[in-house]
């Protein structure tokens, strides 16, 4: 079994900063890919920002040059900082990541962190 938790969110006034934190843990062999994605209110959820277990990185273009993902030294956790929050950002965030566990390969998701920025 594995679990991924996330953890950071809050209520954050526009201009702020928040970052959050992801811990996978479990029967995990090795993790590929995790990326951080959001659901707002009424949206479909969508991708924020992905990193490879080489380090590549991508992001959305609304949120590029103002969040950063990184990855920890036991690379099971994964983080993302968040700078210059608008109001737009206000969203359910969810961590996920693709693991080869003790048994098979599968994609996990966390069970979200609220994230709400006030104008």
């Known amino acids: 079994q594995v679990e991924l938790v996330e953890s950071g969110g809050g209520l954050v006034q526009a201009g702020g900063s928040l970052r959050l934190s992801c811990a996978a843990s479990?029967?995990?062999?090795?993790?590929?890919?995790m990326t951080w994605n959001r659901q707002a209110p009424g949206k479909q959820r969508e991708l924020v920002a992905g990193?490879?277990?080489?380090?590549?990185?991508n992001y959305a273009d609304s949120v590029k040059g103002r969040f950063t993902i990184s990855r920890g030294n036991a690379k099971n956790t994964v983080y993302l900082q968040m700078n210059n929050l608008k109001p737009d950002d206000t969203a359910v965030y969810y961590c996920?990541?693709?693991?080869?566990?003790?048994?098979?390969?599968?994609?996990?998701w966390g069970q979200g962190t609220q994230v709400t920025v006030s104008s």
């Open positions: 479990g029967s995990i062999v090795s993790i590929n890919a």
């Open positions: 996920n990541a693709d693991v080869y566990s003790s048994t098979h390969r599968g994609d996990y």
């Open positions: 990193i490879t277990t080489g380090g590549t990185t």
